[in-house]
């Protein structure tokens, strides 16, 4: 039993389901005066569980962690975890570039009942050697009894994760796998070839996840699940199922939007499509901003042409009307 963030006491089995498949890097949902969007990100959980999403990945570079202070950070963990109910695993997306620091909030975090996990990325700024990277991994793996992603992502922190570090920082127990987005497949094989079995390797690329799950990898962290998490999911699965021919033939339906997604920083555009959809409102916060007119055009055209401009539920307005109406009764 798990006590839910606003008093609710939920049944949760998230300690027994397979870390797999396809993850959410969840959005951040805001309102045009500059709050969080709090109904709209309850709502985009719920239809991400119902889609069949395997797992949530909220406060991530997607989420626009950086721009959120930390009484909304955590406050937004906690509706994550009461809107999923217990029914995936939610690794939070939990970084910092001194090891203290990142320690002290993972700490955090772990106060939070319903949270499985971190996703922790590269010390960035600092550029640590190898064996500060594998340290400070390491530091946080041993301070929490959470479950441990790496994140590898040498565009965002500039420096890398090679695979022989890895492979160290897979002996431990708690850490369990990683997110390798330095879009390097030979680099991703290798990591796969190095690790025990039971260490996860998760495409953190949408357009890497079918080669990444060829050589081996265990999924993929989406962007693109938050527009399309039925078809993305369906896509991995087919694939681990080694159902190829289904696999490659969603891949190629969808591979123009999952490079749309990134015609301009992430996550501007896949919120602009959430946005298209009437998910949410196509709400930033500086330095992040609106796509310009011809990136939102060609978006248009593409969800046009996917069908993915359908009425959000049958008789029931959208999820921005329904956040509309409850800030200004608020």
Not at 34 to 44: E, K, N, R, Y
Not at 177 to 186: A, F, P, R, T, V
Not at 237 to 253: I, M, P, T, V
Not at 284 to 289: C, N
Request: net charge negative; glycine share 8%; proline share 7%.
């Amino acid at each position: 039993m798990r006590n839910g963030a606003f008093g609710r006491v939920f049944v949760v089995d998230c300690e027994d389901m397979e870390l797999s498949g396809c993850g959410t890097a969840l959005v951040t949902p805001f309102l045009s005066n500059g709050d969080v969007d709090w109904h709209a990100l309850q709502s985009l959980v719920r239809w991400q569980i119902e889609s069949g999403i395997h797992f949530l990945v909220p406060t991530g570079s997607t989420g626009e962690a950086c721009a959120l202070l930390e009484s909304e950070w955590l406050r937004l963990v906690s509706v994550v975890v009461e809107a999923a109910e217990g029914r995936v695993p939610i690794f939070v997306g939990c970084s910092h570039n001194t090891s203290q620091q990142a320690i002290a909030r993972v700490k955090k975090l772990q106060a939070i009942p319903g949270v499985d996990g971190v996703l922790t990325a590269n010390p960035y700024y600092t550029k640590p050697t190898q064996e500060g990277q594998y340290l400070h991994f390491r530091a946080i793996a041993e301070n929490t009894h959470l479950q441990v992603l790496l994140y590898n992502i040498p565009s965002r922190t500039g420096i890398n994760l090679l695979p022989e570090t890895t492979a160290r920082l897979a002996e431990i127990p708690n850490v369990v796998g990683i997110k390798e987005s330095s879009g390097n497949l030979q680099q991703i094989t290798e990591v796969v070839h190095a690790v025990p079995d039971h260490f996860k390797v998760f495409a953190g690329d949408d357009n890497l996840a079918l080669p990444i799950l060829s050589v081996g990898g265990t999924g993929v962290i989406s962007v693109a699940a938050n527009a399309i998490p039925a078809q993305m999911t369906r896509m991995v699965d087919a694939a681990l199922n080694h159902d190829w021919d289904l696999a490659r033939q969603l891949y190629r339906k969808y591979y123009p939007l999952i490079i749309g997604n990134f015609i301009e920083p992430n996550p501007q555009p896949v919120k602009c499509v959430l946005a298209l959809m009437g998910r949410i409102q196509e709400e930033y916060r500086l330095p992040m901003m609106p796509v310009v007119p011809k990136t939102k055009a060609h978006l248009e055209k593409l969800v046009h042409e996917l069908g993915l401009l359908e009425p959000v539920a049958a008789g029931k307005p959208p999820v921005t009307a329904v956040a509309a109406a409850a800030s200004s009764n608020a």
